[in-house]
């Protein structure tokens, strides 16, 4: 390399090394950038007009961008539209009902009986209403505010912000649950710290969070990365980074699995479209081959979704 070109590659290096950024959850400065282009901007088809880069930390394996959201649009029902959601409760129920099993199948049903539970994220409070039947007490965290009048309204104690429940019950909740919303908080570790700060000791929480679908990301690139970042998700959160979050905040009991929610039929349209078609059915892959399909993602770590349970 001769003197010129040299001096090109530490100017460049230099300015690579300035605006590297250290990893939020584990301060590690091995950062290096996974995606840089557009990114969905809620439901499929709305795209940022910017290029948004991902940044992807060697150490704990989280993946991550700049917010590009103010936290006050969770309380619009505007966002939630902009999602493809509603407030409409029946119509709420009637898309999200279905979900209740695979939410049960995560956690088991006994943990429940004669407990004070917490939802964070409840949304129109669905999974509530099941465990209601149970649990001895319920108190749940919902920023949306035409959620939390129609859930104050069915004889729910409603708090906008975890922290804002830690005000009145520290060190009090039995089991709580939240499912797909760490991914879109400002600070991880604060979230993670309002809820040990919850749970009473000897107290469990089950946190539900999408991986980065890392088969889709390997057999797509571009065009699956641009569906799969969205601005409503900061985070995309490994096994790695979960526990670590989880450790650093205090718990002593820390386990992940990792679920396949989506069968195989829509790896083959993403494959076949490079669109997104939801639980696609095709009449040459049976139940059989869907359910092994589903069990091998999971057992190999390479599933759509992971779930956290840690302890006090």
């Not at 939410?103 to 669905?126: A, E, Q």
């Not at 601005?231 to 009991?253: D, I, M, N, R």
């Amino acid at each position: 390399m001769n003197n010129k070109s040299n001096s090109t590659y530490e100017r460049v290096k230099t300015i690579v090394n300035k605006n590297r950024k250290a990893c939020t959850i584990c301060n590690c400065e091995d950062v290096s950038i996974t995606y840089n282009g557009k990114i969905r901007r809620g439901r499929p088809g709305l795209m940022t007009k910017a290029s948004i880069p991902v940044y992807r930390c060697a150490s704990c394996d989280c993946i991550w961008h700049e917010k590009t959201e103010d936290d006050a649009l969770y309380h619009t029902d505007e966002y939630r539209e902009s999602m493809g959601e509603t407030t409409n409760l029946e119509e709420f129920y009637e898309k999200h009902d279905d979900e209740i099993l695979a939410k049960l199948i995560y956690t088991g049903t006994s943990v429940y009986r004669n407990k004070f539970f917490m939802d964070i994220g409840c949304g129109g409070g669905g999974y509530a209403d099941y465990i209601n039947c149970v649990a001895s007490k319920i108190a749940l965290v919902e920023p949306n505010n035409t959620f939390q009048q129609l859930l104050q309204s069915n004889g729910y104690e409603v708090f906008t912000y975890p922290e804002d429940a830690c005000r009145k019950y520290a060190n009090s909740v039995e089991v709580l649950t939240s499912f797909d919303v760490i991914e879109h908080v400002d600070d991880p570790k604060s979230f993670m710290q309002s809820i040990f700060n919850l749970l009473v000791p000897g107290g469990v929480a089950f946190i539900g969070t999408p991986t980065e679908y890392p088969v889709l990301r390997e057999l797509l690139g571009d065009t699956f990365d641009s569906f799969v970042f969205s601005t409503q998700h900061p985070w995309v959160f490994s096994k790695k980074s979960l526990e670590y979050l989880a450790c650093e905040c205090g718990f002593s009991e820390i386990e992940t699995t990792f679920y396949q929610l989506f069968g195989i039929g829509n790896l083959i349209a993403w494959l076949q479209t490079n669109k997104p078609h939801g639980d696609k059915q095709y009449e040459f892959v049976t139940k059989s081959l869907d359910e092994l399909y589903k069990s091998e993602m999971a057992k190999e770590e390479t599933g759509e979704y992971i779930m956290l349970k840690v302890q006090k």
